[in-house]
């Protein structure tokens, strides 16, 4: 293995491991992208990355700058670490309701962290449109560079994707690849990954949370939702610029209840500790291995660690709150010395 020259070099080049249980209920083999192996443990250090080289190389950053951006959690500890090491300042807008784990591991990572009430979209105090303002405002004083990162309409986002995950998959499988599918969130993964593999002859699908709008768009041209979802980074209810130009070629729509059983069978049987997305990412690609028939080879993306949720996935009291199921693993009283 080749010496890193800093953490943003260690970005990406994750490995693909088999997930036993899913390969063995389709009878295809079933392949997860650890993307929870880059140095902020989730698959949106590669984004950051990528979008932080593209403002430097525009000249809009010089160093002692500064990043700021509205995130559900994962794209700011990317973009705080990797900012961190390439010497600039980073803040982030978050949702109150995104997990204190995030928030702490945001804050932890050098950012500052302002805390915003969720609000929907079309609201102007809505986190990602909150940040936009506040990285104007900011701009206005600053002689280093203030970018407003905007994951979801900055298609440096799917760059990353297109140069370096969706070839990642075909170099690691030997081009012995006939599926992908993954979740949206900012639709960075997806679409770039989608670009990078369609051409190839790769079908790309995407796996909906509830509560999300792509599925009812791709299957009727509308934008409807139903339901909610625990999932926490995924769920979009528009087509972003990250999304424009890709089509996906299956698309089906998951519940916590098909995802979460999945989620604590990654942990129990497998050692993978993964948050929820990665539930319905796996979910989705079950499902898309039934619909093409035994022995293909889909690949899918396990997002992030599961400690960034374990005051809420993995705590008993929420998840029977909200209704869903316990495994009886999670629920038994920790061992006590007699
Ligand atoms: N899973 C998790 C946990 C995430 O934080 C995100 C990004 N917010 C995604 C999946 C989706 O990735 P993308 O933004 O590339 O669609």
């Known amino acids: 293995m080749r010496i890193a020259k800093d953490l943003a070099d260690a970005v990406g080049n994750t490995p693909l491991i088999r997930l036993n249980k899913a390969s063995e209920e389709t009878g295809c083999e079933i392949l997860g992208k650890a993307e929870f192996m880059n140095p902020g443990q989730s698959v949106k250090d590669r984004a950051a990355l990528y979008i932080i080289k593209d403002a430097v190389a525009k000249g809009l950053l010089k160093p002692g700058g500064t990043i700021v951006e509205g995130t559900a959690g994962n794209t700011g500890i990317g973009l705080a670490l990797v900012g961190a090491s390439m010497g600039f300042k980073t803040v982030i807008v978050i949702p109150e309701t995104q997990s204190q784990e995030k928030k702490d591991m945001i804050r932890l990572a050098g950012a500052e962290l302002v805390q915003v009430p969720a609000a929907p979209y079309r609201n102007p105090n809505n986190y990602v449109r909150y940040s936009g303002r506040l990285a104007e405002e900011l701009g206005r004083t600053s002689d280093k560079g203030v970018i407003w ?180 693993w999670l629920d038994r009283a920790p061992a006590s010395i007699p």
Request: net charge negative; hydrophobic share 35%; with cysteine.
């Open 149 to 328: 990162a905007n994951q979801f309409d900055n298609v440096a986002n799917r760059q990353a994707h297109i140069e370096t995950t969706g070839p990642e998959i075909w170099k690691q499988t030997g081009g012995k690849v006939d599926g992908f599918i993954c979740a949206a969130g900012s639709g960075g993964t997806v679409a770039g990954v989608g670009m990078a593999l369609q051409p190839k002859g790769v079908k790309v699908g995407l796996a909906d949370p509830m509560g999300a709008a792509l599925y009812s768009f791709y299957t009727t041209g509308e934008f409807k939702s139903e339901g909610d979802s625990i999932t926490e980074g995924i769920g979009q209810g528009r087509i972003t610029a990250n999304l424009e130009g890709f089509t996906p070629d299956f698309v089906c729509q998951v519940s916590d209840h098909e995802a979460l059983p999945i989620v604590f069978d990654l942990l129990s049987e497998e050692g993978l500790v993964m948050g929820g997305s990665t539930g319905i990412n796996v979910a989705g690609a079950i499902r898309m291995a039934k619909e093409m028939g035994p022995g293909h080879t889909i690949v899918t993306v396990l997002c992030d660690y599961g400690n960034r949720y374990q005051s809420k996935l993995f705590n008993p009291e929420f998840l029977t709150a909200k209704g869903l199921p316990v495994p009886k």
